[in-house]
Every structure is written in structure tokens, then in C-alpha cells.
């Protein structure tokens, strides 16, 4: 017999198990975790099976976090959103702080409440901290836009933002794991909320919202997300390599360091976020804009647009080109995004998103990649019609022929090594024409 069996904690336990045993139910009711969640301060919620197809693609990711998962509750937690809309960024950061903080103390309250009924629970963050081990892969935990879709909260809008029917896009999401079944299962709703206006589109002021669809991941990351991960990343190098303060100040302003203080002390601040700010969509956000669109246009969108502010880019990107030419009055600053892949698997993965479409118009050819070395891995690249494919192993005939070694291949990314070297050392061969390796080298700028 065990020397703890007599302990008090554990015959207590013992007698709680055998009367919680005839009280335990593996499915919860719908209605009740509604209310539940509801009452905590969330104002809507859905409930999606982790069978569901549209979480499929990210369940071996959730089950890692949490193994027993078989329900996400996923909630919104709305914004102000003449705070959002402000020119004065900074306004608009408390809102988006502030809000946050709010989804991570309402999944909070609904895991206790419901660790109190037996009910085993995990809350990921709604947003920051993330698994930053892990970058410049996939820090997040879990993809909270999926979830809210698959739970009937909303659609993706062209911003790429999920619109709530009745809030637009003025929410944040939060998604909580647990190990039972409920009685009832969401679906998403049958209509997009996003009208598709396109005032994203014009008050974006880095072009990365494309009026077909498009979206540039590598505009928005690095000047939204200047003072966050690359950004900051970028920052820190930037001193590192400063021979003096002088020399420091030539690369940051006064006005940049304290921005990035700012940032240090009270939470990373967002540059833009302006498609949310104009977003029309939502039954009770629409009024303004159905009701004189004129003026909504003068009083949301212009002022955004004529701010006077430095926009972050990296040379030669589309949306370098597009600030001189939509927004000459908006000062350019040229610096790196920051990422830097740590793996070719991890090389591969980002291409569709730093690829810059407008840099590769004209340009119709198939690269096969054979990387050696530490990582062995064969891949074809396809760039055409301005747009990027990517496919493990070799597919159709290619253009050119890259054979490179892991490690030196990554050293050339992150600028360690001059390719020049590299060619002549062997470490990296190509068959085809270099004039096709500028050009890929083009599409892809840092």
C-alpha cells in the first residue's frame, strides 16, 4: 500500500471522487456555457468540435497545447471605435491594449468558473506574449480568426480582419480550450458582413491591401508591426552596429527611441491598423456611413490619410513605390523587416509572404532548389503572372537549378555571407542563367 494512501489530502480527495462521480457529465450544455461566458463580460460567443473541419489544419497544434481538447469556445470582446479611428495613434493603442487585456481577464474568469465545475480548461492568449522561441515561425498558440468564423462570429473581410455582423470589425477575439462536448455546435453565418467598399484598400498606407484581394503580408508587418519582433529586432542591430551616438542617431530619431521607450514600457504600439479604423461593416457601425458617406469619408478616412508620418519599408518593395507615389506628402524610412529564416523549412514557408507581386511583373520562370547539409530538402518555386507557388520536391522542368548548402544558404539570407564567396567556393551552385536568380532575388527584397 502506498505510504500516502492514509494522507488526509488524499482520503479526502478519494470521498469528493466518489460523490462527484454521480454528479460528472462529459457534455456541457450549450445554453448554460452561453450565459456563462456571457457573464463573465464576453459579449458574443460560439462553440466549434475540434473535428470541424475549419480547425482542421491547426488540431495537431491544438491538441499539443492542450490534449484533452474537445470543444473551442471562442468570444469577442468589443472596441471603442472612435478610439480606433483616431489620427492619434496613441489613443487608439489604449483601445487596443486596453480591449486585449480585457479578452485575456474574460478567458480567465470563464476557465476558473469552469475549473470549478470539473471542467478541465486552457486559455492561449488573446494576443502577446506568443512563443517567441519559435521565431520567425508560428509563435502563436492558436489562430483565433479561423475559430471565430468556424463559431458563426463573423467573416474575413478583404482586410483580412474578421467583421462581426453586429460589431464590424471592431472586436478582438479570444479562444478557450476545454475537454468536454456541449449540447449545440455554431456554424458560420450565411453572408460576408464586409461590403467590400474598399476604403481598407485607399486608407492603407502601405498599399498592402491589393483592390482584388491581395494582401501584402511583408507591408503590413513592417511598418504596423515596426516596434514588435522584426521591427524591434531590426532596432537592436541597429545599435549594435553603431560605431557612436552620433552614429546612432544618423539611423533612429530622437522621436524613434522614444517611441520605442514607449513601447518597452506600456506595450508595443501599433503604426497603423488604419483598415480597421475606416471599416464600414457591422449593423452597428454602418449608420454614419449609409447615412452620408460623404461625410464619413471626411471624417474617418482623410484625416488618416493626410497624416503626416514616417512610413517603414524596405528597399525596393512594393510598398516603397506605392507611399512615394499615394502618399508623397508621408516621409520614407528604409529599413530591414527583420526576418531572417532560422531553417530552409522555415525559407520555404515565408516566400508567399515577402514575395513583392509587383516587383516580379514579367518575370515567367520555374526554380528548382536543392538545399544540402544539415537540412536536406528539394523544392520548386514558381513565379509567374505575378503570382508565387511553392511545392516540396521538383515539379516540371526549371528555368534554373539552385544547389545549395543549408547552412551557407541561410547566411546568405540573413547577410552573413556574400553569394559571390559563396559561388566561388562551391557552396552554392547554379545551373541557368544568374540573370534569373537577380530576378528571384528581386521579388523578395529585405
Known amino acids: 500500500m502506498p505510504k500516502f494512501d492514509h494522507h488526509p489530502t488524499v482520503r479526502r480527495f478519494r470521498e469528493q471522487a466518489q460523490s462527484n462521480d454521480s454528479k460528472s457529465t462529459s457534455v456541457i450544455d450549450a445554453e448554460w456555457l ?52 483616431s489620427p492619434a495613434r496613441s489613443v487608439a493603442n489604449v483601445e487596443f491594449h486596453s480591449t486585449g487585456d480585457e479578452v485575456n481577464h474574460v478567458a480567465r474568469e470563464i476557465v476558473a468558473a469552469l475549473e470549478q465545475q470539473g471542467v478541465r480548461a486552457l486559455n492561449p492568449a488573446m494576443g502577446f506574449p506568443m512563443e517567441m522561441d519559435r521565431f520567425p515561425g508560428k509563435v502563436w498558440v492558436i489562430s483565433h480568426k479561423p475559430v471565430a468564423v468556424a463559431a458563426g462570429l463573423g ?34 453565418i450565411d453572408y460576408n458582413p464586409c461590403l467590400e467598399c474598399k476604403l481598407c484598400v485607399t ?29 524591434f529586432t531590426d532596432w537592436v542591430e541597429n ?45 452597428d457601425v454602418i449608420a454614419a456611413f449609409l447615412t452620408n458617406r460623404k461625410d464619413f469619408i471626411q471624417e474617418v478616412v482623410k484625416p488618416l490619410e493626410n497624416k503626416e508620418e514616417t512610413i517603414y519599408v524596405v528597399p525596393g518593395s512594393d510598398a516603397e513605390a506605392h507611399v512615394k507615389r499615394r502618399f508623397p506628402h508621408k516621409k520614407v524610412k528604409r529599413i530591414s523587416n527583420g526576418l531572417q529564416p532560422s531553417s530552409i523549412r522555415g525559407f520555404l514557408r515565408g516566400l508567399p509572404l515577402t514575395f513583392q507581386r509587383n516587383q516580379s511583373e514579367g518575370l515567367d520562370a520555374t526554380y528548382h532548389f536543392t538545399f544540402t547539409g544539415a537540412e536536406e530538402c528539394r523544392a520548386t518555386v514558381m513565379i509567374r503572372d505575378k503570382k508565387i507557388q511553392v511545392h516540396d520536391g521538383y515539379i516540371g522542368n526549371a528555368d534554373i537549378h539552385i544547389t545549395a548548402d543549408s547552412d551557407n544558404w541561410l547566411r546568405f539570407l540573413a547577410k552573413e555571407q556574400n553569394i559571390i564567396w559563396a559561388l566561388l567556393r562551391r557552396k552554392i551552385r547554379v545551373k541557368g542563367s544568374l540573370r534569373l536568380l537577380q530576378a528571384f532575388s528581386k521579388c523578395f527584397p529585405s
Open 155 to 188: 467573416h474575413m473581410g478583404i482586410h483580412r480582419n474578421v467583421i462581426h455582423p453586429k460589431f464590424g470589425n471592431f472586436i478582438l477575439l479570444g479562444t478557450i480550450l476545454i475537454d468536454k462536448e456541449v449540447t449545440k455546435y455554431n456554424q458560420p
Open 239 to 283: 545599435i549594435a552596429e553603431s560605431k557612436s551616438a552620433r552614429n546612432y542617431r544618423q539611423k533612429a530619431s530622437s522621436a524613434e527611441s522614444a517611441s520605442m521607450w514607449q513601447s518597452l514600457s506600456f506595450g508595443a504600439n501599433y503604426k497603423a491598423a488604419y483598415c480597421m479604423a475606416v471599416c464600414p461593416a457591422g449593423e
Open 203 to 231: 486608407a492603407c498606407p502601405v498599399g498592402a491591401i491589393g483592390t482584388d484581394g491581395h494582401f501584402n503580408f511583408s507591408a503590413c508587418y513592417t511598418h504596423n508591426y515596426r516596434e514588435f519582433m522584426g521591427g
Open 34 to 85: 452561453r450565459n456563462l461566458c456571457l457573464a463573465a463580460g464576453a459579449d458574443d460567443v460560439g462553440f466549434v468540435e475540434i473535428e470541424r473541419s475549419q480547425v482542421a489544419n491547426q488540431r495537431q497544434d491544438i491538441l499539443t497545447a492542450f490534449p484533452p481538447t474537445k470543444t473551442l469556445i471562442s468570444f469577442v470582446c468589443r472596441m471603442n471605435k472612435e478610439n480606433v479611428r
